[in-house]
């Protein structure tokens, strides 16, 4: 329950993670090259924001993944790496951009490596949703499992229930018996003497 909020979270972050860098990239290959002057500064001042809370939310994906179970750490980590990777390009094209030596050779492979990235985004998104849903259906069949057991375990108890008062009605009878054969242990010594 634990992992899955914190999954959640570093989904939330991965989510917010990929929305900054597509402004960043449209920045760096759209809009810094073609704008001039103070629209063109404004640009650039945007895209080193970008950059900036790519990175911070970043830090928080690395966060979340170093409470994540072993099992799941090292593809959580390797996502991260990527991710370092990604944005670590992304700034040497700002910068370039920045400084007017952007071309169109940088802009092709940065987005490239971008739509790479997303493909590979939602190949894994499509992996834990199949996983999630076997995982689903093993807790169904567990479920069913766990009920039929417990319709056994009730049938049990009832027949375990009938045989103990049958039990009961033989031991009282053999008291009776006993008690009898006592009576008439004494009736026959008593005519004996």
Known sequence: QAFK????????????????????????????????????????RGAEKGLTKANDLLHEMEMEARSAPPAYRSNLTQKIKTYKSELQKLSRA??????????SDSRAALLGNYEERQQASRNRQLDSTDMLHRTSDRVANARRIGQES???????????????????????????????LGRSNKILNAMSR
């Open 5 to 44: 909020m914190s999954s959640e979270l570093f989904e939330s972050y991965e989510d917010d993670l990929n929305s900054t860098i597509s402004s960043v990239v449209k920045a760096v290959n759209t809009q810094i090259p073609n704008f001039t002057g103070e629209q063109r500064k404004a640009a650039i």
């Open 94 to 103: 700002l910068q370039n951009a920045s400084s007017g030596r952007s071309t």
């Open 150 to 180: 417990e319709d056994i375990g009730a049938e049990v108890l009832g027949e375990l229930g009938v045989q103990r008062e049958t039990m009961v009605r033989v031991a009282d009878k053999l008291h009776g018996t006993d008690a009898n």
